[in-house]
């Protein structure tokens, strides 16, 4: 934790590409190589202060959530809560101006699969290969949906050299999630008559 905020307070300082991984480990009182037994580059640290704990609140999320919803319902805005409502603005305009940042942002949706595929399977009362598919399946939902709204148009670049995201993220999350509506009915409906059995 020390490490991924003290990246992040180098970063809003001094801007990103300025920031060597010595310092951060200075900042945070470590060494180097204590630092880079838990990433690998400043950018996996900035980003890191952006994305901690999403996974697990996203997860948790999925829990809490009532029985009787739709389990492609609650994954929807479990996921669109968790992806935008930053915790920090400022981080998040950071992430968008710099193309290092944003591939390694894009990169953190992976992380979401096994805290959800674990959740899923709760709820769904199985912990098979379906499971694992569907978490799978709503990572890459999810980084999709990210590039869409990260992806530099040519007007954008051209005119401030900055990427500026288009669309609105909550529709571009929830239309990509959509697409495995199906998918998830079907899992949930053989989960409830293997209960029923």
Same mark, same amino acid.
């Given at each position: 934790?020390? *490490?991924?905020?003290? #990246?992040? !307070?180098?970063?809003?300082?001094?801007?990103?590409?300025? @920031?060597?991984?010595?310092?951060?480990?200075?900042?945070?009182?470590?060494?180097?190589?204590? $630092?880079?037994? $838990?990433?690998? &580059?400043?950018?996996?640290?900035?980003? %890191?202060?952006?994305?901690?704990?999403?996974?697990?609140?996203?997860?948790?999320?999925?829990?809490?959530?009532?029985?009787? /919803?739709?389990?492609?319902?609650?994954?929807?805005?479990?996921?669109?809560?968790? $992806?935008?409502?930053?915790?920090?603005?400022?981080?998040?305009?950071?992430?968008?101006? &710099?193309?290092?940042?944003?591939?390694?942002?894009?990169?953190?949706?992976?992380?979401?699969?096994?805290?959800?595929?674990?959740?899923?399977?709760? !709820? *769904?009362?199985?912990?098979?290969? %379906?499971?694992?598919?569907?978490?799978?399946?709503?990572? +890459?939902?999810?980084?999709?949906?990210?590039?869409?709204? /990260?992806?530099?148009?040519?007007? &954008?670049?051209? #005119?401030?050299?900055? @990427?500026?995201?288009?669309?609105?993220?909550?529709?571009?999350?929830? &239309? +990509?999630?959509?697409?495995?509506?199906?998918?998830?009915?079907?899992?949930?409906? !053989?989960? !409830?008559?293997? #209960?029923?059995?």
């Amino acid at each position: 934790m020390a *490490l991924r905020e003290a #990246a992040l !307070r180098l970063a809003l300082r001094h801007g990103a590409d300025n @920031v060597r991984v010595n310092d951060i480990a200075e900042a945070a009182g470590v060494s180097p190589r204590t $630092y880079n037994n $838990y990433f690998s &580059s400043r950018e996996q640290a900035i980003v %890191a202060a952006v994305t901690a704990e999403r996974e697990s609140r996203l997860a948790a999320t999925l829990a809490a959530a009532p029985e009787g /919803l739709r389990l492609a319902e609650v994954l929807a805005d479990a996921v669109v809560e968790q $992806y935008t409502r930053p915790r920090n603005e400022d981080a998040l305009l950071l992430i968008t101006t &710099s193309p290092a940042l944003r591939e390694t942002f894009l990169d953190t949706a992976t992380a979401i699969e096994d805290p959800l595929a674990t959740a899923i399977g709760e !709820r *769904l009362g199985d912990t098979g290969t %379906a499971v694992r598919v569907l978490a799978a399946s709503v990572a +890459a939902a999810v980084r999709v949906a990210l590039q869409q709204w /990260l992806r530099p148009s040519a007007a &954008s670049l051209a #005119a401030t050299g900055f @990427v500026v995201p288009t669309g609105s993220l909550p529709e571009l999350l929830r &239309s +990509a999630l959509a697409t495995l509506e199906p998918a998830l009915d079907a899992a949930e409906e !053989r989960a !409830r008559r293997r #209960a029923e059995s």
